[in-house]
């Protein structure tokens, strides 16, 4: 078996695995979880700060907080999108106050799944662009816009890089950003990283992975018990 079909078929076996992963959540609630703190928005508090690791690991936080937690997740991911929208708001509000900061590590094996068969890779990109211009509450605005009411739905139309670009100058990025994304820049970065973050998460799944999921340390987090936010930072 050539290796160009091994990586296709462990591909799709992890596509797979992320759709049975949320349908049995899905499965198992009514729905999904109610939007915990409504109204109060992205990062906001200009003292949070962002940045990217040599390996591609976006924080957003302040530079003293007391707890660290790393969160992977493919931006076409609908599981992804179910947890900024019900839990996105609380956990800008905690990394607000100085309690919490997230470690984000994106993985890009929905790709396929996008009409474009790159937006993954290409929305990763876009986030490193508006993450090394270093507002946090641009980056947190970005970010959640396009996990909410931005996200394309899997085989559906996705954005393009001068939408993504358009994104980030309305949540407040400078031009630079948007010649970032609409020259793909970053795009080599965002894949090399992408594959990083994969092999990341296979070494804490047991080559199980699926997105999104949440790590406080090497404990994963439920994020299906509505309180996991609070409980890691009162």
Same mark, same amino acid.
């Given at each position: 078996?050539?290796?160009?079909?091994?990586? &296709?078929?462990?591909?799709?076996? #992890?596509?797979?695995?992320?759709?049975?992963?949320? =349908?049995?959540?899905?499965?198992?609630?009514?729905?999904?979880?109610?939007?915990?703190?409504?109204?109060?928005?992205?990062?906001?508090?200009?003292?949070?700060?962002?940045?990217?690791?040599?390996?591609?690991?976006? @924080?957003?936080? @302040?530079? +003293? $907080?007391? %707890?660290?937690?790393?969160?992977?997740? *493919?931006? #076409?991911?609908?599981?992804?999108?179910?947890?900024?929208?019900?839990? !996105?708001?609380?956990?800008?509000?905690?990394? *607000?106050?100085?309690?919490? $900061?997230?470690?984000?590590?994106?993985?890009?094996?929905?790709?396929?799944?996008? %009409?474009?068969? /790159?937006?993954?890779? @290409?929305?990763?990109?876009?986030?490193?662009?508006? $993450?090394?211009?270093?507002?946090?509450?641009?980056?947190?605005?970005?970010?959640?816009? #396009?996990?909410?009411?931005?996200?394309? /739905?899997?085989?559906?139309?996705?954005?393009?890089?001068?939408?993504?670009?358009?994104?980030?100058?309305?949540?407040?990025?400078?031009?630079?950003?948007?010649?970032?994304?609409?020259?793909? &820049?970053?795009? +080599?970065?965002? @894949?090399?990283?992408?594959? %990083?973050?994969?092999?990341?998460?296979?070494?804490?799944?047991?080559?199980?992975?699926?997105?999104?999921?949440?790590?406080? !340390?090497?404990?994963?987090? /439920?994020?299906?018990?509505?309180?996991?936010?609070?409980?890691? =930072?009162?």
């Amino acid at each position: 078996m050539s290796s160009n079909t091994t990586y &296709a078929l462990a591909a799709v076996a #992890l596509v797979l695995i992320g759709a049975i992963v949320f =349908a049995a959540y899905q499965w198992g609630n009514d729905g999904p979880p109610p939007v915990r703190n409504e109204g109060y928005g992205p990062v906001h508090d200009p003292a949070v700060q962002v940045s990217t690791t040599p390996d591609g690991v976006i @924080r957003l936080g @302040r530079p +003293d $907080a007391p %707890k660290t937690i790393d969160i992977f997740e *493919d931006p #076409l991911c609908p599981a992804c999108g179910v947890l900024e929208t019900s839990y !996105g708001q609380e956990l800008a509000q905690k990394v *607000d106050e100085g309690k919490l $900061a997230i470690n984000y590590h994106y993985v890009t094996f929905l790709d396929d799944q996008s %009409k474009s068969k /790159d937006y993954s890779t @290409r929305a990763f990109a876009a986030n490193l662009c508006v $993450a090394q211009a270093g507002s946090g509450p641009t980056y947190g605005k970005f970010h959640e816009t #396009l996990f909410t009411t931005r996200q394309p /739905d899997e085989g559906g139309a996705d954005l393009s890089n001068p939408a993504l670009a358009t994104i980030a100058t309305e949540s407040g990025a400078p031009e630079s950003v948007a010649s970032c994304i609409t020259g793909g &820049a970053q795009l +080599d970065a965002a @894949r090399a990283a992408a594959a %990083k973050n994969l092999a990341d998460l296979d070494t804490r799944t047991g080559n199980k992975s699926a997105t999104p999921s949440v790590y406080d !340390g090497t404990t994963k987090i /439920d994020w299906s018990d509505e309180n996991w936010v609070v409980t890691l =930072a009162p």
